[in-house]
């Protein structure tokens, strides 16, 4: 049988939609001090004090927005990847700051996290019917 795709799971849940999609808005929103982060790291060759403490900023915010979804115990064509980019995101933080060896950057999952975020935009009803489905949006 084939999976439920995200657009029928916000169909049927669209209270819980709006939320998952406020959740997938910050964390996109916390990409660029996350990017920022990671390039101090790496530049910096350690890390000083204002930048580290950026760091666990940002980490507790990725670290709050997981512990969120998981609380929600989402149906999986959701949460399960909202879940793993935000532990992605959450984990190239963690070893920026944790130092040699940092990451280039967030790479591939920061896109993959902003394409999700858009795809649940998308699934957003005008007069009943998907905002992807009307002409003109």
């Given at each position: 049988m084939p999976a439920r795709s995200v657009a029928e799971w916000a169909r049927a849940?669209?209270?819980v939609r709006g939320v998952v999609l406020a959740l997938a808005e910050h964390a996109v929103a916390l990409q660029?001090?996350?990017?920022a982060v990671i390039q101090w790291c790496r530049l910096d060759g350690g890390t000083e004090p204002a930048h580290a403490e950026e760091g666990r900023r940002v980490e507790r915010a990725y670290?709050?927005?997981a512990g969120q979804v998981q609380a929600m115990a989402l149906d999986p064509v959701v949460g399960e990847p909202l879940a793993l980019l935000l532990e992605q995101h959450l984990e190239l933080v963690r070893r920026a700051v944790g130092g040699p060896g940092s990451p280039e950057g967030l790479g591939r999952a920061a896109g993959e996290l902003v394409?999700?975020?858009?795809?649940?935009?998308?699934?957003?009803t005008v007069q009943g019917r998907l905002v992807a489905d009307v002409p003109g949006l």
């Open positions: 849940a669209p209270a660029p001090a996350a990017e670290q709050d927005l394409s999700l975020r858009d795809l649940l935009r998308r699934t957003a």
